[in-house]
T-cell receptor, first 113, second 114 residues
Framework: IAGITQAPTSQILAAGRRMTLRCTQDMRHNAMYWYRQDLGLGLRLIHYSNTAGTTGKGEVPDGYSVSRANTDDFPLTLASAVPSQTSVYFCASSPGQGGYGYTFGSGTRLTVV | GENVEQHPSTLSVQEGDSAVIKCTYS??????FPWYKQELGKRPQLIID?????GEKKDQRIAVTLNKTAKHFSLHITETQPEDSAVYFC?????????????FGKGTLLTVNP
């Protein structure tokens, strides 16, 4: 692993199903983030974690949950997917304060049908 | 919280011309302003950033300017080339305290026509 890895790359999901998007980084960054990207709306923050064991809500947290059991992993769970959650999801990490050194994963394209 | 506005949403230029993208921010405490480039189907990647103790920063054909009083910052690309075609995002954050995250603008789709 080099940098930050997301899985799966893409997924088609039936509405109502549960789905976990995986994100792993090997840079020992303290902070991790989940963004969704929709055309015309840019990158919107879903949830974040400043350090292992802590999480916080971003701009659009409803319908999503996260956990941060260790430094490297930051999974995003959709408990019951809905079509409006169709989007491209990016995980990112940064060393610490102030947004410096953000590194993005390659993204997960999720389609909820 | 912080709010970042970005204009224009789309920009089309001829190869060799200059391109300027502008952003405004709401939180006067913000002091770090990066710019990201996202090519089609790829992840956003940092191209240049500026901190609030600097008014301008250049890196070859790209430059960023910051006006703290007016709370706006701009990306300038000179001698544009077709490979500059991408979506560009500005962002803002504050360092210090418990804030670690960036707030992004909605992006500008830049098209450079050969």
């Amino acid at each position: 692993i080099a940098g930050i890895t997301q899985a799966p790359t893409s997924q088609i999901l039936a509405a109502g199903r549960r789905m976990t998007l995986r994100c792993t980084q090997d840079m020992r960054h303290n902070a991790m983030y989940w963004y969704r990207q929709d055309l015309g709306l840019g990158l919107r923050l879903i949830h974040y974690s400043n350090t292992a064991g802590t999480t916080g809500k971003g701009e659009v947290p409803d319908g999503y949950s996260v956990s941060r059991a260790n430094t490297d992993d930051f999974p995003l769970t959709l408990a019951s997917a809905v079509p409006s959650q169709t989007s491209v999801y990016f995980c990112a990490s940064s060393p610490g304060q102030g947004g410096y050194g953000y590194t993005f994963g390659s993204g997960t394209r999720l389609t909820v049908v | 919280g912080e709010n970042v506005e970005q204009h224009p949403s789309t920009l089309s230029v001829q190869e060799g011309d200059s391109a300027v993208i502008k952003c405004t921010y709401s939180d006067s405490a913000s002091n770090y302003f990066p710019w990201y480039k996202q090519e089609l189907g790829k992840r956003p990647q940092l191209i240049i950033d500026i901190r609030s103790n600097v008014g301008e920063k250049k890196d070859q054909r790209i430059a960023v300017t910051l006006n703290k009083t007016a709370k706006h910052f701009s990306l300038h690309i000179t001698e544009t080339q077709p490979e500059d075609s991408a979506v560009y995002f500005c962002a803002a954050s504050t360092s210090g305290g418990s804030n670690y995250k960036l707030t992004f603008g909605k992006g500008t789709l830049l098209t450079v026509n050969p």
